[in-house]
């Protein structure tokens, strides 16, 4: 329903993919996180696309990607973040814990077994449990 009460003609049916911002030059420690750690793959863009910079990452057979676009004076996001359901939770913050990277778990959503992390830019990272 629309605000005014009269049925909408659309409905937004799934999420395609998130994107984050990274600093020049930084594809390889991109990679380094998102498929060393994380497990996502590089997945390819398009030529016109490919030339400004950036990686796609793809998990779940394309299913969920996260896209990161190169950002001049780039800031990383603090409080935005994609939040990730995560098979295997534990096993994954004791890889991201062995490799250097901030691990916060909090309580705050009754109910729901989450946690955050930054890549390597500083980007806030949510980590759920898909078991919770």
Same mark, same amino acid.
């Given at each position: ?8 003609? /659309?409905?937004? =049916?799934?999420?395609?993919? !998130? ?6 030059? %930084?594809?390889?420690? %991109? ?19 490919? %030339? ?11 299913? =969920? ?15 935005? /973040?994609?939040?990730?359901? *995560? ?5 994954? !913050?004791?890889?991201?814990? *062995? ?22 830019f500083g980007n806030r990272i949510e980590l759920v449990d898909a078991g919770s």
């Amino acid at each position: 329903m629309s605000l005014d009460g009269r049925p909408l003609a /659309h409905r937004v =049916v799934g999420l395609d993919h !998130v994107q984050l911002a990274m600093p020049p030059g %930084a594809e390889r420690e %991109a990679e380094e996180f998102y498929c060393g750690l994380l497990g996502f793959e590089v997945l390819d863009k398009p030529p016109a696309l490919a %030339a400004r910079g950036g990686r796609w990452f793809g998990a779940h057979g394309g299913s =969920v990607q996260v896209h990161l676009g190169v950002e001049d004076g780039f800031r990383p996001a603090r409080k935005a /973040h994609p939040a990730l359901a *995560v098979e295997g939770l534990d096993e994954l !913050v004791g890889r991201l814990r *062995v490799a250097g990277r901030p691990v916060r778990f909090d309580g705050d959503n009754p109910g729901v077994r989450r946690c955050y992390t930054e890549d390597p830019f500083g980007n806030r990272i949510e980590l759920v449990d898909a078991g919770s």
